[in-house]
């Protein structure tokens, strides 16, 4: 992993500098916010230092938002919450002060229900709203994106000859429990992104 030393985040992974940490995993670490804006306001962190979404493997995505996803819920659940904002500043211009990727998970309570709604933070764009369809056509994502994960149902057609050449194969100890495996590990079982 490549750590970018002027990088608070960089150097809260690397433990140069404490944090609330709440979760760590080899490719992702949370932690609670120093300055909450609800309790429990945690960011999701991918260890690798990139700036913003677009710039993160589809893998490195796919597992970010699997572990956002668990946060949340566990966040929900022991501390009483009654529902979640999830955001992302990508660019200063969006808002973003550090520039290492990170999602905010902000829980909110039924008792403290300022600046509910879209419409809080982002006003509606009149002018926008008049041409949508001119938009749409100059936005549109024509190819298909590829799933991260494996289709069950064309590896269950497999023979299975090649389903135990698999199972036999150096990579099927470590990489068979993990959801998308040969998606995160080589064969010889490091990790595909850094
Ligand atoms: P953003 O505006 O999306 O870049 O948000 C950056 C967030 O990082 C802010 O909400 C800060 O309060 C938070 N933050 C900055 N430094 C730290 C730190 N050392 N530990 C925890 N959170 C931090
Ligand atoms: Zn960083």
């Known amino acids: 992993m490549s750590y970018d ?12 500098i404490p944090s609330a940490i709440i979760y ?9 916010d120093i300055n909450p804006r609800f309790k429990g306001h945690a960011l999701v962190v991918p260890k690798v230092h990139v700036s913003t979404l677009d710039q993160l493997s589809d893998e490195a995505t796919a597992h970010l938002f699997v572990v956002v996803k668990h ?6 659940e022991n501390l009483g919450a009654a529902g979640y904002n999830i955001t992302i500043n990508n660019g200063r211009v969006a808002g973003q002060v550090v520039p290492h990727l990170h999602v905010h998970i902000i829980p909110r309570y039924e008792d403290k229900r300022q600046g509910v709604g879209f419409e809080a933070v982002f006003p509606v764009d009149e002018e926008a709203k008049t041409t949508l369809n001119d938009i749409a056509e100059k936005v549109k994502l024509t190819r298909e994106i590829k799933p991260i994960f494996k289709d069950k149902e064309k590896e269950e057609q497999k023979g299975n000859e090649e389903k135990e050449k698999a199972e036999n194969s150096e990579k099927s100890s470590k990489a068979s429990s993990l959801p998308y495996e040969s998606e995160y590990f080589n064969d010889d079982g490091t990790p595909k992104f850094k």
Do not use: G, H, M, Q
């Open 71 to 76: 946060i949340a819920k566990n966040l929900v």
């Open 24 to 32: 760590e995993d080899p490719y992702v670490i949370s932690f609670l």
């Open 5 to 16: 030393t002027e990088c608070v985040f960089c150097r809260i992974i690397e433990k140069k």
